[in-house]
């Protein structure tokens, strides 16, 4: 198991870009893919997207316009930005493990963290 | 695009069998997964691949996956398996991970 820990502003204004970093503990990023999960207050759960640690993307289709994620190997860590943002991305978002695609799964996840979109 | 369906809530007596669904078109032909979130805790993976338990996971989840519905069943349920439960799959088509709406469980 490795930990996960998400990093970045909790307030963001409306039409700016949302920023945030998962610094990932206790192993690499090597072979794995890398995800941001989002969940608005009382809903349920939305992915957005995944890095491979070698750097290949894949992001869900209704937000692919305005979603970019990066890995920093050196680092390890990954990074999310998402653009021109407005009230409907205010959400608790989380980073997580995903084994592997068709027949993956998460096995470790952030504890998330609250950005709201607000001026 | 793919959609998994789960009805909103589900309640079950203490010591029964719940019975959680998760819909889509030919899912049994797919992997499904299950995660469990309780309030202010992040998602927890309770099954995967079907019907495989994680390590620590106790013996009265189980899952199974056939047609165009995966069922996650709770045996024994006790009152800290209430919880919000999302079934998970992969749509091959748009390449993309798919979540259902999320069941909470009421055990009551």
């Known amino acids: 198991q490795v930990q996960l820990q998400e990093s970045g502003p909790g307030l963001v204004k409306p039409s700016e870009t949302l920023s945030l970093t998962c610094t990932v503990s206790g192993g690499s990023l090597s072979a794995y893919y890398w995800n941001w999960i989002r969940q608005p207050p009382g809903k349920g759960l939305e992915w957005i997207g995944y890095i491979f640690y070698s750097g290949t993307t894949t992001y869900n289709p209704s937000l692919k316009s305005r979603v970019t994620i990066s890995v920093d190997t050196s680092k390890n860590q990954f990074s999310l930005r998402l653009k021109s943002v407005t009230a409907a991305d205010t959400a608790l978002y989380y980073c997580a493990r995903l084994t592997t695609v068709t027949h993956g799964y998460f096995d470790d996840w952030g504890q998330g963290t609250l950005v709201t979109v607000s001026s | 695009s793919y959609d998994l369906t789960q009805p909103p809530s589900v309640s079950v007596s203490p010591g029964q069998t719940a019975s959680i669904t998760c819909s889509g078109d030919?899912?049994?032909?797919?992997?499904a997964c299950w995660y469990q979130q309780k309030p202010g805790q992040s998602p927890v993976l309770v099954i995967y691949q079907n019907y495989k338990r994680p390590s620590g996971i106790p013996g009265r989840f189980s899952g199974s996956n056939s047609g165009n519905t995966a069922t996650l069943t709770i045996s024994g349920t006790q009152a800290m398996d209430e919880a919000d439960y999302y079934c998970q799959a992969w749509d091959s088509s748009t390449a993309s991970v798919v979540f259902g709406g999320g069941t909470k469980l009421t055990v009551l």
């Open positions: 030919k899912l049994g032909d797919k992997y």
